[in-house]
């Protein structure tokens, strides 16, 4: 088994290779924003890195958001077309449950949490997880797009004492009264290692569907209104 | 040379498979038009979430009908459109022509999407037919107006452009002032053939720059005539898209008459949205008849965007462009090169 994941519903990119053993290789650029520049050249050199090649790749993970849409389309649409053309499943994670998966793979926070990612236009993507150490987090709602103030209420409302993401770094001020955990972005190397545990939950490329937690951007003219 | 075309520049997700740029062995074209309907125009977020959604099946499917498999086997190459167009639609097609070229360990070409229709009238074409050089290319669509001199499939130069709104956009504007919906070509040129196209005198071409077009005031007037004479009824509006549509051709068709003259071309070409229009077919068809020039028309299907001309485009150009590197993204601004 290899596991390639990919990541890019934020402004970092990140890849990385995954077998039975756990992680094998990774590829972190924590600010280059250039989604469409950075995928394939990391993951063709996380492979060099590990000493395999594109043809013992067995799965396909990917984060489908909700994140930055542009972002999200190429990390899919790379996921997807590479698991076209090499006949192989893809593993769907979410940005918000791997916020929350870092938290209970680290370990040293048990209880409730937010995972809260800045949406831009004044708003947050926010869900509230249950995380036990080790253990897969729970979702205590589902996972919205609001603005940090009422984000904020939804959490208190679930009892969540910590916040994970980068929520509170672009809206310090609704998120002062919660600890902020590590990290601000999900990454592609905490996706792989769920994809192991999730390994079941692989559908094929033409499956695969992106989360985008908000309609586009668009109003009918008033002229033509009915 | 097997080439794989993708092309994601605006609101078609389209794949295709052709040989040396010129046998097409599928072509599959999957519109969003319903979708940007609504809006009176193409939204790019609904674009780019359309083309994610459709990319795999469009790709697939041109893969089976030209009886290949999603492994790529018999492949040679796989080209995009780079640009021009709407970015967050474009990095869809690299992205999975990247991808996919990486798989299958072949090489990724990028296309000029405007060189893609300049490539279309060599499609379908035996090896020693095509057009006769030098072409002539009036390339008309919602986001181009162009007449393009084409002395080889890598060689050409811009005559002229329109100054303002591209002749698709004009059509746009006019459909929705007459209430008729979006796309504005298609319905304009229906209604035309009922009405009268000498009903009302719409200004024609600007006449101090030889090859260039304006539609901009074209546009006005028939804001100011739906204006002055208020929300026209059916017959009102035949006659209004009659003329309109009559101004419209006279212009494209009478730089392109002016410039193959003065070129001595030997062949003329129309390619684009617009070109699909069929007051437009008749009038250059007539032209080239009178003017003893060849005449290609394509198939209203490769007028419109599609993935065909992209990867004939690749296959022209695939000794002058090196191949996309693994880093490569999209030029929503690329433009025609200068001649040289
Ligand atoms: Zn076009």
Redesign the interface.
Not at chain 1, 5 to 32: M, N, Q
Not at chain 1, 135 to 142: F, I, K, R, S, W
């Given at each position: 088994m290899l596991i390639a994941a990919i990541d890019t519903s934020t402004i970092a990119v990140s890849v990385a290779l995954a077998d039975g053993d756990g992680l094998v290789a990774r590829f972190d650029a924590p600010r280059v924003r250039r989604h469409a520049e950075t995928v394939l050249p990391a993951l063709e050199a996380v492979l060099t890195l590990a000493g395999r090649t594109r043809r013992e790749i067995t799965h396909v993970c990917v984060d489908v958001g909700p994140g930055m849409f542009t972002g999200l389309r190429v990390g899919v649409t790379t996921a997807i077309t590479v698991a076209m053309a090499l006949d192989l499943p893809v593993v769907s994670v979410g940005s918000l449950d791997l916020l929350a998966w870092r938290v209970a793979l680290g370990g040293a926070h048990r209880g409730t949490v937010g995972a809260v990612l800045d949406a831009r236009r004044k708003e947050c993507f926010v869900q509230p997880f249950a995380v036990e150490p080790g253990e897969v987090p729970v979702p205590l709602a589902p996972a919205a797009a609001l603005p940090p103030s009422s984000a904020a209420e939804l959490l208190r409302r679930h009892g969540c004492s910590g916040i994970v993401g980068d929520g509170p770094v672009a809206y310090p001020e609704p998120f002062a009264g919660f600890t902020v955990l590590e990290p601000r972005y999900p990454d592609a190397a905490t996706a792989a290692i769920v994809a192991l545990r999730t390994i079941d939950s692989a559908t094929s490329a033409d499956e695969v569907t992106l989360c985008y937690l908000r309609e586009p951007d668009a109003e009918i003219p008033k002229d033509l209104r009915p | 040379m097997r080439i794989l075309g993708i092309e994601t520049s605006c609101d078609e997700t389209a794949a295709a498979v052709v040989v040396d740029g010129r046998v097409i062995e599928s072509s599959v074209v999957s519109t969003q038009i319903a979708l940007h309907a609504?809006?009176?125009g193409v939204?790019p977020?609904?674009a780019?979430?359309a083309?994610?959604?459709r990319?795999?099946?469009v790709?697939?499917e041109a893969l089976r009908l030209a009886g290949l498999g999603?492994?790529?086997a018999g492949v040679d190459a796989v080209a995009c459109t780079v640009g021009p167009g709407l970015?967050?639609a474009l990095?869809?097609g690299?992205?999975?022509a990247?991808?996919?070229a990486?798989?299958?360990?072949v090489p990724c070409l990028g296309v000029n999407h405007l060189e893609g229709h300049l490539a279309s009238p060599f499609l379908e074409a035996g090896p020693d037919a095509g057009p006769e050089l030098p072409l002539l290319t009036l390339l008309v669509s919602g986001g181009h107006t162009l007449l393009v001199l084409v002395r080889t499939p890598t060689s050409y130069e811009v005559l002229g452009s329109t100054i303002d709104d591209a002749a698709g956009e004009a059509y746009d504007k006019v459909a929705?002032l007459l209430?008729l919906g979006y796309p504005g070509g298609p319905v304009i040129d229906r209604l035309a053939t009922t009405g009268n196209p000498r009903a009302i005198a719409f200004p024609r071409a600007i006449r101090d720059r030889p090859y260039d077009f304006s539609f901009s005031g074209l546009k006005t007037a028939v804001a100011n005539h739906v204006r002055t004479n208020g929300v026209p009824d059916e017959d009102a509006s035949a006659d209004i898209a009659a003329s309109f549509q009559a101004a419209v051709v006279d212009a494209l068709a009478e730089k392109t008459q002016v410039a193959g003259r003065t070129l001595g071309i030997r062949s003329v070409a129309i390619g684009g949205g617009v070109a699909a229009n069929a007051a437009l077919r008749e009038r250059i068809a007539a032209i080239g008849a009178a003017e003893g020039w060849q005449v290609h028309i394509p198939d209203r299907s490769f007028c419109t965007d599609n993935a065909a001309m992209i990867a004939a485009a690749a296959w022209w150009w695939r000794q002058v462009d090196a191949p996309l590197g693994?880093?490569?993204?999209?030029d929503p601004n690329l433009r025609l090169r200068r001649p040289g």
């Amino acid at each position: 088994m290899l596991i390639a994941a990919i990541d890019t519903s934020t402004i970092a990119v990140s890849v990385a290779l995954a077998d039975g053993d756990g992680l094998v290789a990774r590829f972190d650029a924590p600010r280059v924003r250039r989604h469409a520049e950075t995928v394939l050249p990391a993951l063709e050199a996380v492979l060099t890195l590990a000493g395999r090649t594109r043809r013992e790749i067995t799965h396909v993970c990917v984060d489908v958001g909700p994140g930055m849409f542009t972002g999200l389309r190429v990390g899919v649409t790379t996921a997807i077309t590479v698991a076209m053309a090499l006949d192989l499943p893809v593993v769907s994670v979410g940005s918000l449950d791997l916020l929350a998966w870092r938290v209970a793979l680290g370990g040293a926070h048990r209880g409730t949490v937010g995972a809260v990612l800045d949406a831009r236009r004044k708003e947050c993507f926010v869900q509230p997880f249950a995380v036990e150490p080790g253990e897969v987090p729970v979702p205590l709602a589902p996972a919205a797009a609001l603005p940090p103030s009422s984000a904020a209420e939804l959490l208190r409302r679930h009892g969540c004492s910590g916040i994970v993401g980068d929520g509170p770094v672009a809206y310090p001020e609704p998120f002062a009264g919660f600890t902020v955990l590590e990290p601000r972005y999900p990454d592609a190397a905490t996706a792989a290692i769920v994809a192991l545990r999730t390994i079941d939950s692989a559908t094929s490329a033409d499956e695969v569907t992106l989360c985008y937690l908000r309609e586009p951007d668009a109003e009918i003219p008033k002229d033509l209104r009915p | 040379m097997r080439i794989l075309g993708i092309e994601t520049s605006c609101d078609e997700t389209a794949a295709a498979v052709v040989v040396d740029g010129r046998v097409i062995e599928s072509s599959v074209v999957s519109t969003q038009i319903a979708l940007h309907a609504p809006f009176g125009g193409v939204v790019p977020e609904i674009a780019g979430r359309a083309h994610v959604e459709r990319i795999v099946p469009v790709i697939r499917e041109a893969l089976r009908l030209a009886g290949l498999g999603p492994d790529g086997a018999g492949v040679d190459a796989v080209a995009c459109t780079v640009g021009p167009g709407l970015i967050g639609a474009l990095l869809v097609g690299v992205s999975a022509a990247k991808s996919l070229a990486w798989s299958w360990n072949v090489p990724c070409l990028g296309v000029n999407h405007l060189e893609g229709h300049l490539a279309s009238p060599f499609l379908e074409a035996g090896p020693d037919a095509g057009p006769e050089l030098p072409l002539l290319t009036l390339l008309v669509s919602g986001g181009h107006t162009l007449l393009v001199l084409v002395r080889t499939p890598t060689s050409y130069e811009v005559l002229g452009s329109t100054i303002d709104d591209a002749a698709g956009e004009a059509y746009d504007k006019v459909a929705r002032l007459l209430k008729l919906g979006y796309p504005g070509g298609p319905v304009i040129d229906r209604l035309a053939t009922t009405g009268n196209p000498r009903a009302i005198a719409f200004p024609r071409a600007i006449r101090d720059r030889p090859y260039d077009f304006s539609f901009s005031g074209l546009k006005t007037a028939v804001a100011n005539h739906v204006r002055t004479n208020g929300v026209p009824d059916e017959d009102a509006s035949a006659d209004i898209a009659a003329s309109f549509q009559a101004a419209v051709v006279d212009a494209l068709a009478e730089k392109t008459q002016v410039a193959g003259r003065t070129l001595g071309i030997r062949s003329v070409a129309i390619g684009g949205g617009v070109a699909a229009n069929a007051a437009l077919r008749e009038r250059i068809a007539a032209i080239g008849a009178a003017e003893g020039w060849q005449v290609h028309i394509p198939d209203r299907s490769f007028c419109t965007d599609n993935a065909a001309m992209i990867a004939a485009a690749a296959w022209w150009w695939r000794q002058v462009d090196a191949p996309l590197g693994l880093d490569a993204s999209a030029d929503p601004n690329l433009r025609l090169r200068r001649p040289g």
